[in-house]
């Protein structure tokens, strides 16, 4: 068997093992998977087809290699790093959330693990519109006041309904 078509019996087995989802946001109220539910399944599956993942992190990006361990053949996903600042936590709390996070994104794409995305279950699109709608209003307010560098950024803004951006313009403009 070919490295592709390892991944892709691993990728079958994993879908017809019937792995359960232990996690469970009680805020938004979905379950996810935890490493603890499908790692037990893919080092089994990776046993019986011979290949082993191996994840790393850099401080920029992290990698899940598949790898064939009858012959040469690697399959490597990427994810961008990311940092986190959980309140009451060391630096290294923080690190291990991010890995800890980022291992299992890794794994889900790998194994092509699918789930209800996590915002599906928080976002109303209307409310988001409405949100949207709110900042262009309140940022339309200040303008007056802006130079024209400043009205040139704000109007990109507006007009792309960047809401990262309309948000840091209404913070600088209290």
Known sequence: MTVFEKLNEARLRFQNAGVKKSGHNKFAG???YELADILPFINQIANELKFCCVVN???ELATLDFCDL????????TSPMSNASLKGCH???N???VETYIKRYLYQNCFEIVEADALDGVMDPNNAEAEVES???????KMSTMTDEQLDFTNKAISARDVGKLKTILSKYK
């Open 135 to 141: 900042l262009i209003a309140q940022v339309k307010t």
């Open 57 to 59: 992190f850099t401080p």
């Open 70 to 77: 009858e012959g040469d053949g690697r399959i490597q996903f």
């Open 91 to 93: 630096e290294v709390q």
């Open 30 to 32: 979905y379950t996810y």
């Open 95 to 97: 690190l291990g959330a």
